[in-house]
């Protein structure tokens, strides 16, 4: 595709409720990042997607955040027992290699209540 | 993020210079961004320089840096209303397997006609 495309754009979810965000990277592009993004702050680094592999998740805040990319493209971050903190713009980004720059997606807008 | 930062609010006229400054903590970084956010959308790279330069223009925007202060700062020449949205500064540091970026918390531009 053109760009980086995020499903869905809007998710409203329960507290305690389990969410599953999804990523497309752009076509060819083999890094793969996630943000979070509170709001008036800026982006802060989830976990970095290399191929298939996580070569860093230490941006995740706890065990209740995980993320797959298992074809090495299409990336999802899945959130179990959902917190009101949770509540953000989830954002993606993809480069087309480890070292490149990364172009974002135009977010996941997640609010639990 | 704790290591970059940016003043909030800037205000210009249109057609007047906009300066966007930040500073970082780590001599470390390898590249420092900057990306513009409209309301509701994702982030659009504008620019980025290298760590070994000291200036790179690209049309309407310079940006300088000054590596022995940690300050960079992103010029707008000819401000224009479309101008107006938050600007984001960000540091990539390339620690092992790391290619996060750590992003300030943002600075609102506003351009008035």
């Known amino acids: 595709g053109a760009g980086v495309s995020q499903t869905p754009s809007n998710k409203v979810t329960e507290k305690g409720k389990y969410v599953e965000l999804r990523c497309d990277p752009i076509?060819?592009?083999?890094?793969l990042y996630w943000y979070r993004q509170s709001l008036g702050q800026g982006p802060e680094f989830l976990i970095y997607f290399q191929g298939t592999g996580a070569a860093d998740d230490s941006g995740l805040p706890n065990d209740r955040f995980f993320a797959v990319r298992p074809e090495g493209s299409v990336s999802t971050l899945k959130i179990q027992r959902t917190e009101r903190g949770d509540s953000a713009v989830y954002l993606c980004a993809s480069s087309f290699g480890p070292g490149e720059t990364q172009y974002f997606g135009p977010g996941t807008r997640l609010l639990v209540l | 993020g704790e290591d970059v930062e940016q003043s909030l609010f800037l205000s210009v006229r249109e057609g007047d210079s906009s300066v966007i400054n930040c500073t970082y903590t780590?001599?470390?970084?390898?590249?420092l961004y900057w990306y513009k956010q409209e309301p509701g959308a994702g982030l659009q790279l504008l620019t980025y320089i290298f760590s070994n330069m000291d200036m790179k223009q690209d049309q309407r925007l310079t940006v300088l840096l000054n590596k022995k202060d940690k300050h960079l700062s992103l010029r707008i020449a000819d401000t224009q209303t479309g101008d107006s949205a938050i600007y984001f500064c960000a540091e990539r540091l390339d620690v092992g397997a790391s290619r996060q970026l750590t992003f300030g918390s943002g600075t609102q531009l506003t351009v008035l006609p």
């Open positions: 076509s060819g592009h083999t890094a």
């Open positions: 780590d001599s470390s970084s390898t590249y």
